[in-house]
């Protein structure tokens, strides 16, 4: 893994790693009503977002050859208000970098929001709309809108994400075990919407094993979609490299080996039988590395 899109408590220490390990990432700084360790309500997030970013942002370009970038969180429908939505989504857009948020996760939260039905996946939102939906109407789903899961998703949300230019991460391992759903990947990619892959946190998901999620996710992508043919080895490639990439805004400098760009790679080892015989570098790369 040569980048990664983080979201979590205490982002100062994660950003000390990025620097010091060499890698490359986004860092979300959390936003939720509630207080925690580190912030003591929606507003106090939201403040330590910004003083976050101000503190490294130019710290980061001039002495960590920009490999520090920056993302403001709000967790999920379920524990952030419209109105903090909205104060994060206008940080998004102030300091023009990814809102990073996790929705659509269950069918309780899509149903529970849009018809207004008591219980924990319930949105904070007092519209009776499907979460993606109020977003829209929020005008909060656009290019910055990173909506990690959208495990359960319909033909008008795939719409409204493929018509705002939000990006989607596929997070299969962490759907299944969750019994979450089933992201529609092979119709998001057909409608033109950027999906890229990720794992989801350890609390949902044993294994943060990047390979194992592009395996899965190209099979599963073909189980959803009824088709042995859908999500072709090089589209499950492009969701773990360049898809990934241009979700956190930096398909034009990182996700592909191109003249002009970064140079990220990594380098897998082929010398081992489980890689043997290579008929197709892409397939092994997919299915067995
Ligand atoms: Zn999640």
Redesign the pocket.
């Given at each position: 893994v040569t980048c990664l899109n983080d979201m979590y408590f205490f982002p100062e220490q994660t950003a000390q790693v990025v620097i010091e390990t060499g890698v490359r990432a986004t860092v979300g700084v959390p936003v939720l009503e509630f207080p925690s360790t580190f912030a003591k309500g929606a507003d106090d997030y939201i403040a330590k977002t910004e003083a976050f970013i101000l503190k490294w942002r130019d710290d980061s370009h001039a002495k960590h050859q920009g490999r520090l970038g920056f993302a403001i969180a709000p967790h999920?429908p379920y524990t952030v208000s419209d109105d903090s939505f909205q104060k994060s989504h206008a940080l998004a857009v102030k300091y023009d970098v990814p809102m990073h948020v996790?929705v659509h996760?269950t069918a309780d939260e899509v149903e529970y929001s849009a018809k207004g039905k008591a219980g924990p996946a319930r949105h904070q939102s007092q519209h009776l709309l499907r979460p993606i939906a109020n977003f829209k109407r929020m005008g909060v789903l656009d290019r910055h809108l990173i909506a990690?899961?959208v495990a359960n998703a319909t033909k008008e949300d795939i719409r409204d994400l493929q018509e705002g230019g939000a990006s989607v991460v596929h997070?299969p391992n962490?759907n299944l075990q969750l019994v979450s759903g089933l992201c529609p990947v092979g119709r998001m990619l057909d409608a033109g919407v950027n999906v890229a892959l990720g794992t989801?946190?350890t609390a949902?998901n044993d294994s943060l094993d990047m390979f194992g999620e592009l395996k899965l996710a190209a099979a599963l992508g073909k189980m959803v979609r009824g088709d042995s043919r859908s999500l072709t080895v090089a589209a499950a490639l492009e969701m773990a490299t360049i898809n990934g990439a241009r979700a956190i805004g930096l398909g034009a400098e990182i996700g592909s080996l191109e003249a002009g760009k970064s140079a990220d790679f990594i380098a897998v080892r082929t010398n081992v039988p489980e890689m043997q015989p290579i008929f197709s570098i892409e397939r092994q790369l997919v299915y067995s590395a």
């Open positions: 999920a996790h996760e990690v899961h997070c962490s989801d946190s949902s």
